[in-house]
């Protein structure tokens, strides 16, 4: 069978290992919020050694984890769009996925840290998930930090049955052209970006400004060029055109971006230079779940820590911020601080757990049921790709 028509034949199959994955984005946003000293100051080490390795180890990673999440986001959905699927439908299966998680640790958030309800400018666009439109930092990481990433996914979903028209209207030999167009159309934003923006104020944690950091990381349109390679990494999958990296080779390349992304300017590392390593090894994974190859990301464990990762992502924040009221600033060795980060790390396992079982899955086996698309301009119907 050739390559294409291999490809053809397995698109829509399941992909456990892009399940698997998503629980290591995940912890690296864990691992990069447990290393902050200022803004949440939960690193419980001491030794200012220690602190140093922590910090430079994980400095991306929280830009690399949301990253991934976005191409990630775009790849998954157009894999597993449907000929027939309704519009409405698939709002409704996307508003289903993440907006119960997203009440729940608001909730929880708001109950925990006692927000005024009389500031109902910053906690209510958060609840609505408009706030990382707001250019205020007390705004868009209001409430649960990391819900500021929501903001940005319900722009992508509003847009997704317009760019999935687009993006099955491209000829197969063109889409490659098309996925480069998106790293470079991220490369003139983020240019354009550091040119035009104010260059002050400062903000305390970053050598970047608060305007910069805005339009270039929390803006969601300045976002959306991620997402819709991701919906393009998966086209080139489904049309056999994908270039057979393997899944090490890609990782390599991951590490490789992450390592150089600390030597260059600030607002760089945020998702441009890793941008291309991500999207290739989730392409990777993807392939290699096609053809059957078994590996740590698809065993059973890792596809069950895939699958609580949205609420482990949720959740890990607001129990990181209550351990460090609890701990009160105090400083511990080695031993102890590591037991500390391990501790709280399990508990946002459970959270996640608890949120996938009580929460998420519930709300979706209830309410998240296909729907046929009843008119023709009301469905997300894909055309055969031309050649």
Aim: net charge positive; proline share 4%; with cysteine.
């Amino acid at each position: 069978m050739k390559k294409a028509e291999f490809y053809h034949s397995h698109v829509h199959s399941k992909l456990d290992s892009l399940t698997g994955i998503r629980f290591f984005a995940a912890a690296m946003v864990f691992m990069f919020h447990a290393s902050l000293t200022r803004i949440i100051g939960f690193n419980p080490y001491a030794d200012s050694d220690v602190i140093d390795a922590f910090q430079r180890i994980f400095s991306g990673g929280g830009w690399l984890g949301v990253s991934f999440f976005f191409v990630l986001s775009g790849f998954v959905i157009t894999w597993s769009a449907r000929k027939g699927d309704s519009l409405t439908g698939f709002w409704k299966r996307r508003l289903l996925k993440i907006y119960p998680n997203h009440i729940a640790t608001w909730l929880l958030a708001m109950l925990l840290f006692s927000v005024p309800a009389a500031s109902v400018a910053i906690w209510l666009p958060n609840l609505l998930l408009v706030h990382s439109w707001i250019p205020r930092m007390d705004t868009f990481l209001s409430v649960n930090g990391p819900s500021w990433s929501l903001c940005c996914e319900m722009f992508f979903y509003l847009l997704f049955p317009l760019a999935l028209k687009l993006v099955w209207n491209i000829a197969e030999q063109r889409l490659w052209r098309w996925a480069w167009a998106m790293v470079a159309g991220l490369a003139l934003t983020q240019v354009a970006i550091r040119l035009l923006a104010p260059a002050t104020p400062l903000i305390n944690e970053y050598p970047i400004s608060l305007s910069q950091w805005w339009w270039a990381y929390y803006f969601p349109p300045a976002r959306l060029f991620e997402f819709v390679l991701g919906m393009l990494m998966a086209r080139i999958l489904m049309a056999g055109r994908w270039i057979d990296l393997n899944v090490p080779w890609a990782f390599a390349l991951l590490v490789g971006s992450y390592v150089a992304a600390m030597y260059v300017p600030f607002q760089y590392s945020l998702n441009l230079v890793t941008l291309v390593p991500v999207a290739a090894l989730i392409t990777a994974i993807a392939a290699s779940d096609l053809k059957d190859r078994k590996g740590l990301l698809n065993t059973r464990w890792m596809v069950w820590l895939g699958e609580i990762s949205f609420g482990f992502y949720m959740i890990h924040l607001l129990i990181m911020t209550l351990a460090t009221q609890l701990l009160g600033g105090r400083l511990f060795d080695n031993g102890s601080a590591t037991l500390i980060v391990a501790l709280t790390f399990a508990l946002s396992i459970f959270g996640g757990w608890l949120l996938f079982n009580f929460v998420e899955r519930p709300v979706m086996q209830r309410w998240g049921r296909t729907g046929k698309a009843r008119v023709l301009g009301g469905s997300l119907a894909q055309p055969e790709a031309t050649s």
